[in-house]
């Protein structure tokens, strides 16, 4: 028999929980604030995502810790400008037929589709960004802009253009001023024609416009693009939460690190003693059971250089093992180093943009994404880039922080970049009017909100893996020109142009060392995956 003090205890208790969960509801607005931040280049090496164990990520691990992790993310396209183009329309690759740095399918894309921008915009946000968000930004689309700058820089200047880091080793260097630098800021570059004169420029914001980064040592130097950006998004963050306003915003701070070249302070290179770093599990002759580099070849030109039309991950691989006297293990441990630098950097540079949200009267009502516009292949299957079909390049990491969700928790279901425009559409109340005109495409992804209130939730209305495109500039636009890859929580299935397949079983090869597509006993999944993919490619959805 019930006691009166512990009905009325139980009665207590139950309002207590009602009022959790009212509160719990009532916590996001209507109109929540965004805070969307884009790194560059950035694979899963954060402790987050366990992609590396030196890498050192406290900013963004502390973010995941109070957000959802989706572990399964992967970009839809392995390149900057088409992966970001269809992140910020909502539309796959395959549907525009935006496959690489093309302008006439961008533009095409943007006249007929409405921006992630356009559509806060049309809902009353105050729209403002800074940095790399789109691989060409279009300062049209946003009511603030913030610093104008090279996002690249600096640069090793030789007082007339652009180079090379003089330290990196040839041929590697031979790449170029962007993918084949790499080195600590304190390794001022020096040229010999410039000592003779008695002069030496060293860095440049940009050698187009000869301005010139001042560096004196750590503490005397100029801030690089991603250190003003961090800034600027701090001090806009400070401005308004002092101001009274009630109109949301978006924010979107676009971090080129770490892309290439390879830039950052030293403190970042001296986390990262070559002699102690840990190089990426890599099995000899992993790359005999692909076809990859039948499709993509690279070739000896007649002075013995390197030469693709499509395939820098491949050529730059032989490249840096060359420039380190045969020895793979050496090069990938320098540019190894230089990447972790890169990742520790722009996580410093995330965390100041946090705590000046946390510290801000926006903390309770305003979501977070972080994300990257694809991942990075550290020489496994002897592929030193971005654009390839395997998991080490398609795999990105996704972290979302909304109010009244339970932190900590991880979405095993794979999701794609093509699905953060749906999900801010849903979540923000924007209305799902994303075309501009006829000519506009349907888009292409799914809300994952279902999936941020319960992890395991059966109301994902989207497909069960996600589609990944190899970018290409070639003028065939047609799908059967192209390589998908597609990957579900247990498996990876690869189309080539030529027809030939691979399938890995990710459960129990996850470092993708068994093309399985050739096994009899795995032929019914290969079936089911081939089938999947051709209904995805020739589908509006």
């Known amino acids: 028999m019930y006691t009166y003090q512990r009905v009325l205890s139980i009665i207590v208790f139950a309002l207590i929980l009602l009022g959790c969960n009212q509160s719990k509801s009532a916590s996001v607005p209507d109109h929540p ?38 572990i399964n993310a992967q970009t839809n396209i392995g390149l900057c400008n088409p992966s970001r183009n269809s992140l910020f329309t909502g539309i796959y690759p395959h549907q525009s037929r935006n496959f690489g740095l093309d302008k006439k399918t961008t533009q095409k894309l943007f006249k007929n589709n409405k921006t992630i921008m356009e559509q806060f915009s049309e809902k009353g946000y105050y729209v403002m960004g800074s940095g790399k968000l789109l691989h060409s930004n279009q300062k049209n689309l946003w009511d603030e802009w913030g610093v104008q700058i090279n996002n690249y820089g600096p640069f090793a200047y030789d007082g007339e253009k652009q180079v090379a880091h003089p330290s990196v080793p040839q041929p590697f260097r031979s790449i170029g001023d962007i993918d084949g630098s790499y080195a600590p800021l304190s390794d001022i570059p020096i040229f010999q024609e410039n000592e003779i004169k008695g002069e030496n420029p060293g860095w440049a914001y940009s050698g187009k416009d000869g301005k010139v980064f001042h560096y004196v040592d750590e503490t005397n130097r100029d801030l690089v693009p991603d250190e003003l950006h961090a800034q600027w998004a701090a001090k806009r963050i400070k401005e308004m939460d002092a101001q009274e306003s009630d109109q949301p915003f978006f924010m979107g701070i676009g971090f080129v690190r770490p892309h290439t070249p390879l830039y950052a302070p030293k403190r970042f290179f001296d986390m990262f003693p070559i002699e102690k770093l840990q190089l990426p599990l890599i099995k000899e002759g992993d790359v005999e059971d692909t076809y990859y580099k039948v499709n993509y070849p690279v070739e000896r030109t007649a002075d013995d250089k390197w030469y693709t039309n499509t395939s820098k991950g491949q050529m730059y691989s032989k490249m840096l093992t060359e420039s380190y006297g045969g020895d793979e293990e050496e090069g990938l441990k320098h540019f190894l180093q230089a990447y972790l ?61 909304i109010p009244g969700i339970e932190p900590g928790s991880k979405v095993e279901q794979p999701v794609s970049l093509v699905d953060i425009y749906p999900s801010l559409v849903d979540i923000c109340n924007l209305g799902d009017n994303n075309k501009k005109n006829e000519k506009g495409l349907s888009l292409g992804g799914f809300s994952f909100k279902p999936l941020l209130e319960n992890t395991k939730s059966e109301s994902w209305q989207g497909p069960e893996g996600t589609l990944t495109a190899i970018a290409t500039d070639v003028v065939d636009y047609n799908l059967e020109a192209q390589t998908f890859s597609y990957r579900t929580k247990d498996f990876r299935y690869i189309i080539y142009p030529n027809g030939a397949e691979e399938l890995y079983d990710l459960k129990n090869d996850p470092n993708e060392w068994y093309n399985l597509a050739s096994d009899k006993a795995y032929e019914p999944h290969l079936i089911v995956m081939r089938e999947k993919v051709k209904n995805m490619v020739n589908s509006n959805k």
């Open 341 to 401: 630098a890169c990742v520790a950097f722009v996580d410093e540079q995330v965390g100041i943009v946090l705590d000046a949200l946390s510290e801000s009267k926006f903390a309770e009502n305003t979501i977070v994404v972080l994300t990257s516009d694809h991942g990075w292949q550290m020489g496994q299957k002897q592929y030193l880039f971005k654009n390839s079909p395997w998991e080490n390049s398609t795999r990105i990491p996704l972290v979302v922080r």
């Open 33 to 70: 604030n965004v805070v969307f931040i884009m790194c560059d280049d950035l694979n899963d090496y954060q402790g987050a995502f366990g992609g590396h164990p030196q890498a050192h990520t406290p900013n963004i691990d502390k973010l995941a810790a109070s957000g959802v992790r989706f």
